[in-house]
T-cell receptor, first 113, second 114 residues
Framework: DAGVIQSPRHEVTEMGQEVTLRCKPI?????LFWYRQTMMRGLELLIY????????DSGMPEDRFSAKMPNASFSTLKIQPSEPRDSAVYFC???????????FGSGTRLTVV | AQSVTQLGSHVSVSEGALVLLRCNYS??????LFWYVQYPNQGLQLLLK??????LVKGINGFEAEFKKSETSFHLTKPSAHMSDAAEYFC????????????FGAGTRLAVHP
């Protein structure tokens, strides 16, 4: 298996622009998570999907953030409009049985200028 | 609320020395415990996990950790540090009974010097 695949690896955008981050989970995994990592806040869970349904989005910082999972093999995290404080590394992770831990993607480094 | 505390945001050891990274958790029910490693510009990789059974668990790259319920600890150790062990290490916990949300500690950056 290729693991959790995220794209793009790097994204530089101007403030106010829309940004879409993409994630392909491991085939057969039924849970998907989006995390944000910054120096100040560490790893923050943004949203969790189970069987393509959003279960907990309490970590989504603002209405500018939205996430979708249209099918078991694809998820997006969208920021619109983007702001410089959104600059961070965004990780996607998936799991089959959460008690076995999660498998993380390589992340997307977002820079908003 | 469940939480994970990693003592020491930075740890520095000499090559060949013992590595000890500390992790304590708070939970009123038996937890599932994990250690992840993050190398620069990479994602998080699972080092080892404790779910049930033997309290001493062995992971990749020579690391191991021991679950001590009485101390609510899950410290990570390696007998002899290599330069390649330099990375950030995260302790994490899943509290059984919930939806298996993984709660991370703040991380410990390990430096290994010659």
């Amino acid at each position: 298996d290729a693991g959790v695949i995220q794209s793009p690896r790097h994204e530089v955008t101007e403030m106010g622009q829309e940004v879409t981050l993409r994630c392909k989970p491991i085939s057969g995994h039924n849970s998907l998570f989006w995390y944000r990592q910054t120096m100040m806040r560490g790893l923050e869970l943004l949203i969790y999907f189970n069987n393509n349904v959003p279960i907990d989005d309490s970590g989504m910082p603002e209405d500018r953030f939205s996430a979708k999972m249209p099918n078991a093999s694809f998820s997006t995290l969208k920021i619109q409009p983007s702001e410089p404080r959104d600059s961070a590394v965004y990780f996607c992770a998936s799991s089959l049985a959460g008690t076995d831990g999660y498998t993380f993607g390589s992340g997307t480094r977002l820079t908003v200028v | 609320a469940q939480s994970v505390t990693q003592l020491g945001s930075h740890v520095s050891v000499s090559e060949g020395a013992l590595v000890l990274l500390r992790c304590n958790y708070s939970s009123s029910v038996p937890p599932y415990l994990f250690w992840y490693v993050q190398y620069p510009n990479q994602g998080l990789q699972l080092l080892l996990k404790y779910t049930t059974g033997a309290t001493l668990v062995k992971g990749i790259n020579g690391f191991e950790a021991e679950f001590k319920k009485s101390e609510t600890s899950f410290h990570l150790t390696k007998p002899s540090a290599h330069m390649s062990d330099a990375a950030e290490y995260f302790c994490a916990v899943i509290i059984s009974g919930g939806y298996n949300k993984l709660i991370f500690g703040a991380g410990t950056r390990l430096a290994v010097h010659p």
